[in-house]
């Protein structure tokens, strides 16, 4: 079984940890251009949820595949709603992206933010204790914000960047220090 595949199957019963309201509707549901999408799930607003997985680091692509993806599936939602509506699905509110991937470089953090803010989730798979999977949310809190540079304790001159004279060594260049 392909690593994606069976990362998918070990990480399927994690996804209510994303949302306590959040519902299984589809998996490996072909979407835009034939691409793979995840898991389409559900909140009990009626929202869809469109999931795509990354076994390795999230990548700019990803942000992008997912964008795509859930214009795809938002122009279906009116039809899916007539052949299934039981389901409930909604509409008239937009899908949610979920991307979940074993890390999120700042870059793509940054850039889910501002692409949408609210409707974006980013999730973190890890391995646990007895060979389980876990998924952690990183938008909640300080976990999707960007990297804030942190002020260097040992120059009250620092620069914007958080380094220091001393750090960039130019305090040894310009400024030599006398015994």
Same mark, same amino acid.
């Given at each position: 079984?392909?690593?994606?595949?069976?990362?998918?199957?070990?990480?399927?019963?994690?996804?209510?940890?994303?949302?306590?309201?959040?519902?299984?509707? =589809?998996?490996?549901?072909?979407?835009?251009?034939?691409?793979?999408?995840?898991?389409?799930?559900?909140?009990?607003?009626?929202? &869809?949820?469109? &999931?795509?997985? =990354?076994?390795? *680091?999230?990548?700019?692509?990803?942000?992008?595949?997912?964008?795509?993806?859930?214009?795809?599936?938002? &122009?279906?939602?009116?039809?899916?709603?007539?052949? =299934?509506?039981?389901?409930?699905?909604?509409?008239?509110?937009?899908?949610?992206?979920?991307?979940?991937?074993?890390?999120? *470089?700042?870059?793509?953090?940054?850039?889910?933010?501002?692409?949408?803010?609210?409707?974006?989730?980013?999730?973190?798979?890890?391995?646990?204790?007895?060979?389980?999977?876990?998924?952690?949310?990183?938008?909640?809190?300080? &976990?999707?914000? *960007?990297?804030?540079?942190?002020?260097?304790?040992?120059? =009250?001159?620092?620069?914007?960047?958080?380094?220091?004279?001393?750090?960039?060594?130019?305090?040894?260049?310009?400024?030599?220090?006398?015994?």
């Amino acid at each position: 079984m392909p690593e994606r595949d069976l990362l998918r199957e070990r990480l399927r019963l994690g996804l209510t940890q994303l949302g306590p309201t959040l519902r299984l509707v =589809a998996e490996s549901l072909c979407g835009e251009e034939d691409e793979l999408i995840d898991w389409l799930a559900m909140e009990a607003d009626g929202r &869809a949820v469109v &999931a795509l997985l =990354a076994p390795g *680091p999230a990548s700019a692509a990803l942000l992008a595949d997912g964008l795509a993806q859930r214009a795809w599936v938002a &122009a279906r939602l009116d039809d899916w709603r007539k052949l =299934a509506p039981s389901l409930e699905l909604s509409p008239r509110l937009r899908p949610r992206l979920l991307l979940v991937a074993a890390d999120f *470089p700042r870059r793509v953090r940054v850039a889910a933010r501002e692409a949408d803010a609210s409707g974006i989730w980013l999730a973190r798979h890890r391995e646990a204790d007895g060979g389980t999977s876990v998924l952690e949310r990183l938008d909640r809190g300080r &976990a999707c914000e *960007p990297d804030a540079p942190s002020a260097s304790p040992r120059s =009250a001159r620092g620069f914007r960047s958080g380094l220091s004279d001393e750090d960039l060594g130019a305090l040894g260049e310009l400024h030599p220090r006398s015994a």
